[in-house]
């Protein structure tokens, strides 16, 4: 398939297809501040209302709802009371499936993100979802927004990637799913498999 954003019928698939092509994407996001950017290099895909780690797994909510919408647009929710995370809704609408980035090598923006993060580590920098989020200075206020148009964008990847497979990780529901995937070698991942 060729992958191009001059339509949204490259999301409108299953999580489980989505993630894996998205690695090596770059993920934007332009503030006043400046811009902030980094290749995805590990995601997690969530299969809707039937599994059982999804948000969408007890039906819509006030907090899923752009879950249950068109694909290509950014859930973004609050975590532990910590952090939050950013997923890119994919399927058909109404499917409430997505994928979720865990991980990103920094590449715009990166004393910006060492600012934010008040963190020195480059590896450590945008290593985790809840990392990368604040490296790049996403909330809720990004909840909704079509990756199609700025100021947060997903641009394709040129070149293909390797990748590895392993089971979800931090989840404690269907966590036998192989549905990560993450770049083989890269350092920026959260955890080089579900194990370590």
Not at 55 to 64: I, L, Q, S, V
Not at 80 to 104: D, E, F, P, Q, W
Not at 116 to 129: A, C, F, H, K, V
């Amino acid at each position: 398939m060729t992958r191009t954003l001059t339509k949204q019928s490259f999301f409108a698939r299953p999580a489980t297809t989505v993630a894996p092509e998205l690695l090596g994407w770059t993920l934007v996001h332009d503030t006043p501040e400046g811009k902030t950017s980094g290749i995805i290099v590990e995601t997690e895909a969530y299969m809707g209302a039937d599994d059982a780690a999804s948000h969408a797994f007890r039906g819509p909510t006030p907090r899923t709802q752009v879950m249950f919408g068109p694909a290509g647009y950014a859930y973004i929710y609050f975590t532990y009371g910590m952090h939050y995370c950013i997923n890119v809704v994919t399927g058909k609408a109404g499917g409430a499936s997505a994928v979720l980035i865990r991980a990103l090598e920094p590449v715009e923006g990166i004393e910006l993100m060492h600012a934010r993060r008040g963190i020195e580590n480059l590896t450590q920098l945008t290593s985790g979802p809840g990392k990368l989020t604040q490296a790049l200075a996403l909330n809720k206020a990004q909840n909704g927004h079509d990756f199609l148009t700025p100021p947060l964008q997903l641009l394709p990847s040129t070149k293909p990637v390797k990748f590895e497979i392993s089971p979800r990780i931090g989840i404690r529901h269907a966590a036998d799913k192989p549905w990560r995937f993450y770049i083989k070698d890269s350092p920026y991942v959260s955890r080089r498999s579900a194990k370590n």
